[in-house]
């Protein structure tokens, strides 16, 4: 009976969900991020600023970076052609989108002293953006489309903003795409030569620690009750945090297994970091009883105080160091850092603002009900 009702309400458009409009912008943020990283160093070189259109293509390209290509740019035409609601010009426009994308880009990295503007990238990027708007095109035909937004009104919460929170959430993901950064993370012991500082504490190792497993929990915390806010209460909060722990678990192997030399395979869990997630768990225990709009203003909270535990961290991440974790080349390896360091730079901010506006908006919400 709750399936024909979801089918129905749906049906009759009470409901549309603008989770494809926040994730087509999140990703070409993403997709400028991963490109043009560190945003430093322009300068002109005197070629034709059109030139690398008409170049060669390169001999020394690989598979791996081709096929890397084409993936990048999948959601981009999935994205696009789900926007457009799969009419029978959404992929030619898809595709058009993200030629444009692509070449923008590249004209913008031949600026760029670490970057090289590539016409074979820009084609790899819009068969990418081809295979994606296909492969969106078909699901919408299949009803897949329906089904999620089935699972969309059953699982979360209805509205525009908690639409805004769950690509939002969905991008906290990326913070963990990092195996050299500790799963659930805030801060990094940095590998090679020691770092003098001033322990407030007699005992500085234990003053790392402290700041370590307390930036875990704090970063536990407000994540799992980020999620919270965003199910409905029927459904058993522990299954959010749990797909929360698994999911970070499952990015931090996969990660490791590609990157990471296989004596390094570990990098990213230690003994700080249990202890935190253990205490963040306990913690989680009495707060997943808190009405949402409590939620969201403790999980702002959390997340205000994980920042200030990464702001009073005293020590810094050593690059050459860190290298000789990974069996990945400089180039992808900048990729990596500079999307990560720039989502988990930014991310904590975004979501504090996002979850006070959500407190404020439930409130709003409940005295509207009560009058």
Not at 24 to 44: D, E, I, K, T
Request: glycine content about 8%.
């Amino acid at each position: 009976m709750r399936w024909r009702f979801s089918i129905s309400y749906l049906a009759r458009g009470e409901q549309t969900s603008l989770v494809s409009r926040y994730f087509l912008v999140a990703y070409h943020l993403v997709v400028l991020v991963v490109s043009l990283y560190p945003f430093s160093g322009w300068r002109f070189t005197g070629e034709p600023v059109l030139a690398f259109l008409a170049y060669p293509l390169p001999f020394y390209q690989t598979l791996a970076d081709n096929a890397l290509n084409v993936l990048a740019y999948m959601p981009i035409g999935y994205a696009w052609v789900m926007l457009l609601r799969a009419r029978w010009y959404s992929l030619a426009l898809a595709v058009v989108a993200g030629a444009m994308l692509s070449g923008s880009i590249e004209f913008a990295q031949q600026f760029l002293p670490s970057r090289i503007a590539s016409n074979l990238d820009m084609l790899t990027n819009t068969a990418g953006t081809f295979l994606g708007g296909l492969a969106a095109y078909w699901m919408h035909r299949a009803q897949w489309v329906r089904h999620w937004q089935i699972l969309r009104q059953q699982w979360f919460v209805a509205g525009g903003l908690a639409d805004l929170g769950i690509v939002l959430f969905a991008l906290w993901f990326l913070t963990q795409l990092d195996p050299s950064v500790p799963i659930l993370g805030i801060v990094v012991q940095p590998a090679g030569l020691p770092q003098p500082f001033v322990s407030p504490l007699h005992d500085p190792e234990i003053f790392l620690r402290l700041l370590e497993a307390g930036g875990v929990t704090l970063n536990l915390v407000g994540v799992s009750l980020f999620g919270l806010v965003l199910v409905r209460p029927r459904r058993h909060p522990w299954a959010t945090v749990l797909g929360l722990l698994l999911g970070s678990l499952t990015i931090k192997v996969a990660a490791a297994g590609l990157m990471l030399k296989p004596g390094e395979f570990m990098a990213w869990l230690n003994l700080n970091v249990v202890t935190g997630a253990l205490l963040g768990l306990l913690i989680l225990v009495p707060l997943t009883r808190l009405r949402r709009n409590w939620r969201a203003l403790v999980a702002a909270l959390s997340l205000a105080a994980a920042q200030m535990v990464a702001a009073i961290w005293p020590l810094t991440e050593v690059l050459s160091a860190t290298l000789k974790l990974f069996r990945w080349n400089y180039g992808h390896l900048l990729h990596l850092s500079g999307l990560t360091q720039m989502v988990s730079e930014w991310w904590p901010y975004a979501a504090v603002c996002f979850l006070l506006s959500f407190a404020v908006s439930e409130w709003r919400r409940k005295e509207v009900i009560l009058d």
